[in-house]
């Protein structure tokens, strides 16, 4: 059995091929020993040609998640890599990680009073390629929020609003934004959790 964990039983950490420290959090937490790797590629020019060809969001947020996974297992052989994406949708728009504090509030203000959706997709690879993959989705209602809420909001909260799709981060302060929450919680973080313990545990990374 590997030192690194009791669950755990690769010899080398999981790398995790995202700077998401909520992800990193979340696998640390279960018992999965992480080393992080962020990936060099451009999201949006990976992005673009599926969106111009109407590729769904949520097969856009599993090709950036294979994207990512195949690129850091190129450069690590023998290593198990994860990688996890989110996209969310709202009206038909996609939504993306906004750029700055004013742009989340635009965003956030565009959000407010409407139903969007979370797709979070993941694959693990090794040695450049793909060995599983999986694709969740959830569903948010943002209660209708004034301009000045929407300040408040931000303050509290500061560049953690532009680290993720939304603009914010239900686990924290985030959760104020809403009315309603239908899906997995650990989806709606960015990693559908559960279904990568699974797949772990079939790839006898992780104790059964």
Known sequence: M???????????????????ATRRDML??????????KPEIDERA????LVDRGVPADQVAAA???AKALAVSHDHPGRVVLAA????TCGGAAFHKPADLAA??????SLAGRTHELHSAFVIA???????????????TMRPLQADFIARYLAVAGSAALTSVGGYQLEGPGAQLFDK??????TILGLPLLAVLAALRDLDCLAR
Do not use: M, N, Y
């Open 126 to 140: 090794r040695d450049g390629a793909p060995l599983a993959e999986g694709l969740e989705a959830a569903r948010l």
């Open 2 to 20: 590997s030192p690194l964990s009791g669950l755990w039983l690769d010899p080398q950490p999981l790398i995790l091929a995202s700077g998401s």
């Open 85 to 88: 994406d989110q996209t969310l």
């Open 64 to 66: 950036l998640a294979c």
């Open 46 to 49: 990976v992005e673009k040609p």
């Open 28 to 37: 640390l937490s279960a018992g999965v020993p992480v080393e992080v790797v």
């Open 181 to 186: 929450a239908e899906g997995d919680h650990f």
């Open 104 to 109: 989340a509030e635009r965003q956030i203000a």
